[in-house]
């Protein structure tokens, strides 16, 4: 996971509260890809971004929104409207058509 | 279309042995099928990957099998270690760009002395 940083590495949420977290690369990578993984699961696409200022949605986007201003980052803000948030987040980052770089990931938990 | 289908969902294999995961797909659009390993708490990292061009990609211990006309692909891992204990994800991607990679639902892999 060299070049990719997230944090932080575990981040409880209250209910009710928006909690944000952290990817930041400095591989210069163009697009960025936030995952979330539940056992049995396997990784499902939250949101991606391919350049600085926009973003597209996934497969489970839903209580989730992102940012883009700047290339080295792509934080995920979980919204209080993501009834389940427990999971492991993953994001990775991507050049060209190949090889997907993933961070040591954050692992999010409901008080 | 966009699905990636993998098996067995979880696999105990003995020291030495061989472990086999298998994938299917759909979409014939695909042109890149990599393999990712995970252990617990990390992110995944590639493990081999291989394009339809070729039948077999081998590294080391691990082998990619491809069969095109199947839609199919399975990783083969020989000699079977402890430390190979992890849970493998398969997965395709289309040729445009930066559109992001399908991932099968993973195998978790337990390799016991």
């Known amino acids: 996971d060299g070049g990719i940083t997230q944090s932080p590495k575990y981040l409880f949420r209250k209910e009710g509260q928006n909690v944000t977290l952290s990817c930041e690369q400095n591989?210069?990578?163009?697009?960025m890809y936030w995952y979330r993984q539940d056992p049995g699961q396997g990784l499902r696409l939250i949101y991606y971004?391919?350049?600085?200022?926009?973003?597209q949605k996934g497969d489970i986007a839903e209580g989730y929104s992102v940012s883009r201003e700047k290339k080295e980052s792509f934080p995920l803000t979980v919204t209080s409207a993501q009834k389940n948030p427990t999971a492991f987040y993953l994001c990775?980052?991507?050049?060209?058509?190949?090889?997907?770089?993933f961070g040591s990931g954050t692992q999010l938990s409901v008080l | 279309q966009q699905q990636v289908k993998q098996s067995p969902q979880s696999l105990i294999v003995q020291k030495g042995g061989i472990s086999i995961i298998n994938c299917a797909y759909e979409?014939?659009?695909?042109?890149?099928f990599p393999w990712y390993q995970q252990f617990p708490g990390k992110g995944p990292a590639l493990l081999i990957a291989?394009?339809?061009?070729?039948s077999e990609k081998k590294e080391g211990r691990f082998t990619i099998s491809f069969n095109k006309s199947a839609k199919q692909f399975s990783l083969h891992i020989m000699d079977s270690q402890p430390g190979d204990s992890a849970t493998y994800f398969c997965?395709?991607?289309?040729?445009?760009?930066?559109?992001?990679?399908?991932f099968g639902k993973g195998t978790r892999l337990s390799v016991i002395a």
């Open positions: 591989l210069n990578h163009d697009a």
């Open positions: 971004s391919q350049i600085v200022n926009d973003f």
């Open positions: 291989i394009r339809p061009d070729v």
């Open positions: 979409n014939t659009a695909f042109d890149y």
């Open positions: 990775a980052t991507r050049t060209g058509h190949e090889k997907l770089f």
């Open positions: 997965a395709a991607s289309r040729p445009s760009g930066n559109t992001p990679l399908v």
